[in-house]
């Protein structure tokens, strides 16, 4: 066992070292803060319209997908509220429809050029206001609430020494500090990678876990169920070393080097702490990939006024 972690943390090390140190290592994301972009397209609905069935319109919202977490098809759910059905002449169920298409996320060519994700159109047709209002004019609002899986990846590096508590200076790393951290694009972040000596062969390191998107955090795979406050803001926390001897606060081992658990955020935030010993400490940096998977609710809204057709 003791050869095994040994070898493990040799091989991150000389991984390292030929990219170039922390940065290269840090530079695999194209980061942002946005995953799945709503809008509706122009003039679905329009501005305007008619009362008494003489003026049917659609309604289409655009998705696109501005993060670095692919949608699989299936994964994504718009309703249009606002509005009841019968209202606008539609049947039960008719403002809800799950997404056939993936949504690709950014991504880069061989040239290291940013390539954008696929918009995908979600189009509700039909909408009929039959009856007559009262009045010359009524506002009706139309929002499009988009539920999707999603998630965030994110790695930072640590250091192990051959003597943690007393390290010799102008070593490879420094154990105590504040360590580099690169997210993928994603309304979720991770963020303030601390580490600190904790005995002769373990470390200790801490992070946030930050909400800086605009929506609304869920369970994954609750489908953004707002009937139970338990899927609310509760996120899915996996950390990886790949060394055995890693715990984290919360989280369950699920393998050598590997914890994962569910997290409730307050306030749009989290801390996590963590520990790592080593069978046998080494000088070495140390790649972490942290992940962070849930369901997010993005909105967008407009206003279609009914006129009275005099009819």
């Known amino acids: 066992m003791k050869k095994t972690s040994i070898a493990i943390l040799a091989l991150f090390f000389l991984a390292a070292c030929t990219q170039g140190g922390d940065q290269a290592e840090l530079q695999q994301f194209i980061g942002g803060t946005t995953g799945l972009a709503v809008t509706f397209e122009p003039n679905t609905p329009p501005k305007e319209a008619f009362d008494g069935g003489f003026s049917p319109f659609d309604v289409v919202v655009r998705l696109e997908n501005k993060g670095e977490e692919t949608v699989k098809a299936g994964d994504t759910t718009v309703r249009i509220t606002g509005i009841l059905e019968p209202e606008f002449n539609l049947k039960s169920g008719d403002l ?29 047709k039909n909408f009929n206001h039959v009856s007559t209002i009262t009045g010359n004019a009524l506002d009706f609002p139309l929002r499009a609430d988009v ?151 993005e909105r967008a809204q407009t206003t279609v006024t009914i006129k009275h057709s005099g009819e």
């Not at 060394?243 to 307050?266: A, H, Q, W, Y």
């Open 147 to 297: 539920c999707y899986k999603y998630a965030t990846r994110a790695s930072t590096l640590l250091c192990s020494r051959s003597s943690i508590l007393q390290p010799e200076p102008n070593g490879i790393c420094e154990v105590t500090g504040d360590k580099p951290v690169a997210n993928s694009g994603s309304p979720i972040q991770v963020a303030s990678v601390k580490q600190a000596a904790r005995s002769a062969n373990s470390i200790t390191f801490s992070f946030d876990i930050t909400h800086v998107g605009t929506g609304h955090i869920y369970e994954q795979s609750s489908t953004c169920d707002k009937s139970e406050r338990r899927y609310e803001d509760n996120v899915l926390v996996s950390v990886e070393t790949k060394v055995p001897g890693l715990s984290c606060s919360r989280l369950d081992s699920t393998g050598e080097g590997r914890v994962s658990g569910f997290i409730k955020m307050f306030g749009g935030t989290t801390t996590v702490t963590c520990t790592q010993t080593f069978p046998s400490a080494t000088d070495a940096v140390l790649p972490v990939t942290i992940g962070v998977g849930f369901d997010y609710e």
């Open 96 to 124: 809800t429809k799950k997404v056939a298409e993936e949504l690709t996320s950014l991504r880069k060519d061989a040239t290291g050029k940013t390539l954008p994700g696929n918009p995908v159109f979600v189009e509700f």
